[in-house]
């Protein structure tokens, strides 16, 4: 049974839990969210596979899960990203974020998000179970289908989205 790392809104480890368990108890858990960007500065979206246990068929950032018990974080995103994309890049924390979103089967995330980032252009080998589309976009078309389609993205990344506009505009403007 795949474990969370329970923590409070400091990020402070207060025990673990059974994944599912935490998500039907809407206890605050530590997870990560990845971004990878192409050379061009477009960023790769996956869509979530139908089968997942929440959001499935629901675009969302590169990559994002828990890490393990007494596991690193960087470490887990990079694991992730690997297990679920088929590639590895070299990521870095850029910022993190509370959320709590409620699911329609009784499910919540109420997760401490660490968020990275990192560049990558070479081959994607996503992982079906995971993952069953992806696609490079620019910022701006990202924006305008999110203000759209908005019910076509996961909650989280409603939250996230513009807090990395925000971080890639101080990147570009430094």
């Keep these: 049974m795949e474990q969370v790392i329970l923590v409070d809104t400091k990020d402070r480890v207060l025990g673990t839990m059974e994944k599912m368990e935490a998500h039907e108890k809407a206890l605050l858990h ?9 050379d061009h500065g477009n960023m790769l979206l996956q869509q979530r596979a139908s089968t997942k ?7 969302t950032n590169s990559c994002c899960s828990h890490p393990r018990p007494e596991e690193d974080t960087l470490t887990a995103a990079n694991r992730r990203l690997k297990e679920e994309m088929g590639f590895e890049t070299e990521l870095q924390k850029v910022f ?25 252009n070479g081959p994607i080998l996503p992982d079906p179970a995971e ?3 992806y696609t490079f976009q620019s910022m701006e078309a990202i924006q305008a289908s999110l203000q759209k389609n908005p019910e076509w993205y996961t909650p989280w990344f409603h939250i996230a989205f513009p807090k990395m506009q925000q971080w890639w505009l101080q ?3 430094a």
Aim: hydrophobic share 45%.
């Design 30 to 38: 530590r997870a990560f969210s990845v971004f990878v960007f192409d």
């Design 53 to 59: 246990y929440h959001s499935g068929g629901l675009w």
């Design 96 to 120: 993190d974020f509370v959320y709590k979103a409620d699911f329609d089967n009784g499910l919540t995330e109420h997760e401490f998000d660490h968020v990275f980032v990192g560049t990558y």
């Design 131 to 133: 993952v069953s589309n």
């Design 171 to 173: 990147r570009l403007l």
